[in-house]
């Protein structure tokens, strides 16, 4: 009875904000019957991702290889942050960590581009972080004075164009990342 009550009271409160329940529970209905599987919104997103030829080939062979597999059939619903957790182990344990967290970004995007599309669903990456499934130690190597002077020399003979020839040169003189001497200002 008390259920029945509240439902009343929701219902009222939906007429006086000029809604009407019955749409509203036929749009509920058509939204569950049009719901997106996984497998389908991953084809669409990365068909509209903007991304370079380069990164969408490299995310296509994990989706195929590892996230279809385990989501393809499932409703975006369906997917919880347990599933997830569960399949970015399984890519961990056979030696890949780095494609796990790939893993975890790429089921990442397409929720919020099935959000942005209108199939709104809990996205389950948001409930684990890529540093639950991976950590990296950065590297700090540094090339020794002798493997520079044997890239100068390699660079000569080289079959590349002029301006990429002079640009590594550069790079190998400053020794600076690529984005500090394109940022560089003359003064520096």
Request: charged share 30%; glycine share 4%.
């Amino acid at each position: 009875l008390a259920m029945a009550r509240e439902k009343l009271l929701d219902a009222k409160k939906a007429v006086a904000q000029g809604k009407s329940p019955a749409h509203e529970k036929q749009r509920e209905k058509r939204r569950l019957t049009a719901a997106k599987n996984f497998g389908d919104m991953t084809v669409r997103w990365l068909a509209d991702a903007k991304m370079a030829d380069s990164t969408r080939a490299m995310r296509k062979s994990i989706v195929d290889r590892d996230i279809l597999p385990a989501f393809k059939n499932r409703l975006l619903n369906e997917i919880s942050a347990d599933d997830l957790r569960a399949l970015c182990g399984k890519v961990k344990a056979r030696g890949a960590p780095a494609t796990a967290v790939h893993v975890r970004d790429i089921v990442k995007q397409v929720f919020s581009f099935a959000a942005l599309h209108g199939d709104k669903a809990p996205n389950p990456a948001d409930e684990v972080g890529p540093s639950s499934i991976a950590t990296f130690v950065a590297k700090d190597r540094a090339l020794s004075p002798s493997e520079i002077r044997v890239m100068h020399r390699v660079l000569d003979t080289t079959a590349t164009l002029p301006t990429i020839r002079l640009a590594l040169r550069l790079v190998l003189l400053t020794l600076v990342r690529k984005s500090e001497l394109i940022e560089a200002t003359w003064n520096e």
